[in-house]
């Protein structure tokens, strides 16, 4: 009776591995934002995803903001990237990509609060 209980044990603690998530490190790694890096992703959803995507191989209305921390630093010498980000967020027509028409919205500067425009900036900032 004794050997029968402990193969059904086995069996269960078996059946109760194979049934276990696997533990979060074996997840891909996803970065995790932070309060004000998640409200920028809620801004950039509602505002901006439509146009803009966030893979480098996309390519939607606009450029994609793929890595846009980095390439906004070279775009303009002497000019540092969050400054550029956010000139080109309320006055998107001081800087168009080449090979880009000219169409965002001019409205943002207006429209975004200054903690929202930080937000999206910072949200922007994760994009790699």
């Keep these: 009776m004794v050997r029968k209980n402990l193969i059904v044990l086995l069996c269960l603690a078996a059946l109760l591995a194979a049934c276990t998530p696997y533990p979060d490190t074996a997840l891909p790694d996803r970065p995790t934002l932070t309060e ?6 809620r801004i950039f959803t509602q505002n901006c995803a439509s146009c803009h995507a966030t893979s480098p191989e996309t390519r939607v209305v ?20 969050r400054l550029y980000i956010e000139i080109s967020i309320i006055d998107p027509s ?10 965002m ?3 943002f500067g207006t ?7 930080d937000a999206l900036v910072a949200f922007l900032f994760t994009l790699k």
């Design 111 to 117: 429209t975004l609060t200054g903690q929202e425009l």
């Design 105 to 107: 919205p001019s409205t």
């Design 62 to 81: 606009g450029p994609s903001l793929h890595n846009i921390g980095e390439t906004a630093a070279e775009r303009v010498p002497g000019m540092d990237a």
């Design 36 to 41: 004000q890096e998640a409200l920028g992703q």
């Design 94 to 103: 001081d800087y168009v990509n080449e090979g880009y028409e000219d169409l």
